[in-house]
């Protein structure tokens, strides 16, 4: 039986309010999150508490540390994109589930005395916050034209074309329920989010929803996100929202592997895009033969298991497991033509090249402008101000420097008795001591 050495969980947010992106661009409005969202993101954290940390479970990774959180151990990466703090909510809620809070998490002082963390335990897990301001990893697909240019070459199809002519009693139907929303296919999936949520949390929209309405409208976002966010090639530009994932997932599999490397648990707290790429990337099928494709559904999960094989073959392999939503266990699934595990070094070999390397390769890749130039204009205004004032602290600074270190230097001088006298005149002062006693003294 394989052994688990590390695991990469990829997540998506909890449930939240509606969400707004723009049909060309793909730049999303900010969102909050929800306490449902927050429950389901502690239950999957939870669950992941249970799969990976427990002794008893077939998953368990061995030697890492299971109560109290050991930060070389663990690993958070969370995107911090336009949809505002709802992804770095969900990654929160998510870690309170993983590591509850525990009365170990305590210190003894020198005095004898032992202090428990806050709130009974609260563990605090380190997460680095991903902005696409500065790292396009988490979200490389706005101010990328080479996307765009891809997102509207699908609109131009006629498979995008003769869709809307199929959803044209849909939009009949769903028009006085989205009061005023442009119905077509370029507006999806913002027509199923508006519907959705308020089938969520609005009870008496929910109570007069005709009921084969929100189904409708899931699957035609579904087939239009599946379209936009996915390629024929695997490192087509349409996947450009899991090649930047696929860096870290190969990165963070070489780390684990490595032996003198503590890292074993790699989170990824993302949105919905990086899923639907990954799972065209890697021809991801159910155990069943089951293509998955489409968006899944809030706080799902893709877990990576790096895994080493069992005598007589000791090589490492990957096992990947699904979970969509919040119902249910994760599911093995399998990659790459693969009907079981598939070995370590042939999965990096056949998708290495698909990988966005940093944010130049990105900015090559998409044709457009490299993360700084892509910050909005009062966010440039600010960053030139900031720079302002740091260089003018630093020339107070350099010649406050300056000045004291000249009165230093006068202050060191030796007062000699009698003239000292050169080429060029008259060198000190003389200063004679008070006592009259004739010892030179410095000032």
């Not at 389901?40 to 368990?60: C, I, V």
């Not at 490299?370 to 350099?398: D, K, N, P, R, Y």
């Not at 004291?404 to 202050?411: L, M, Q, S, Y």
Request: hydrophobic share 35%; with cysteine; net charge negative.
């Amino acid at each position: 039986m394989s052994s688990v050495l590390g695991v990469i969980v990829i997540t998506r947010n909890g449930d939240r309010v509606e969400f707004f992106q723009d049909p060309e661009s793909y730049k999303g409005a900010t969102t909050e999150t929800t306490p449902l969202g927050e429950v389901q993101s502690h239950a999957l954290g939870a669950l992941l508490r249970e799969t990976y940390l427990a002794p008893a479970s077939a998953s368990y990774i061995a030697g890492m540390s299971a109560d109290v959180v050991d930060n070389h151990e663990v690993k958070v990466k969370v995107k911090a994109g336009g949809e505002g703090t709802v992804v770095f909510d969900s990654a929160i809620a998510l870690l309170q589930g993983l590591f509850p809070p525990t009365t170990k998490n305590r210190i003894t002082l020198a005095d004898g005395r032992e202090v428990i963390a806050p709130l009974g335990g609260y563990q605090y897990v380190p997460v680095e916050t991903v902005e696409p301001s500065n790292d396009r990893s988490l979200e490389s697909w706005t101010d990328c034209p080479a996307f765009q240019k891809h997102v509207k070459a699908f609109k131009d199809s006629e498979d995008f074309k003769g869709m809307h002519k199929k959803a044209q009693p849909f939009f009949d139907s769903v028009k006085d329920y989205v009061f005023g929303r442009e119905l077509s296919m370029n507006n999806i999936w913002n027509l199923y989010d508006f519907v959705n949520t308020q089938l969520t949390y609005n009870q008496t929209y929910a109570y007069r929803l005709p009921p084969t309405l929100a189904e409708t409208a899931r699957g035609l976002a579904n087939w239009h996100e599946d379209k936009v966010f996915s390629d024929s090639h695997m490192n087509g530009i349409g996947n450009v929202a899991g090649r930047t994932l696929l860096r870290i997932v190969l990165k963070s599999l070489e780390r684990i592997a490595f032996n003198d490397d503590p890292l074993q648990f790699m989170l990824v707290e993302t949105t919905y895009q990086p899923f639907i790429s990954l799972f065209h990337m890697a021809e991801t099928v159910t155990e069943s033969g089951k293509t998955l494709s489409g968006f899944p559904d809030y706080a799902s999960a893709l877990a990576i298991e790096l895994r080493r094989g069992s005598p007589p073959d000791l090589r490492d392999f990957l096992r990947f497991k699904f979970r969509n939503g919040t119902e249910g266990d994760f599911e093995t699934v399998h990659v790459l033509g693969h009907k079981s595990d598939i070995p370590l070094t042939e999965f990096i070999y056949k998708t290495q090249g698909a990988q966005i390397m940093n944010n130049k390769h990105w900015k090559d890749v998409c044709g457009g402008k490299g993360v700084i130039e892509t910050m909005s204009e009062q966010e440039t205004g600010m960053m030139g101000a900031v720079l302002a004032l740091l260089l003018f602290v630093g020339m107070f600074a350099f010649g406050f420097a300056r000045l004291r270190k000249r009165r230093a230097e006068k202050k060191r001088r030796l007062q000699l008795v009698g003239e000292e006298v050169s080429d060029y005149g008259s060198i000190y002062e003389y200063r004679y001591p008070r006592d009259g006693d004739g010892v030179p003294w410095i000032s």
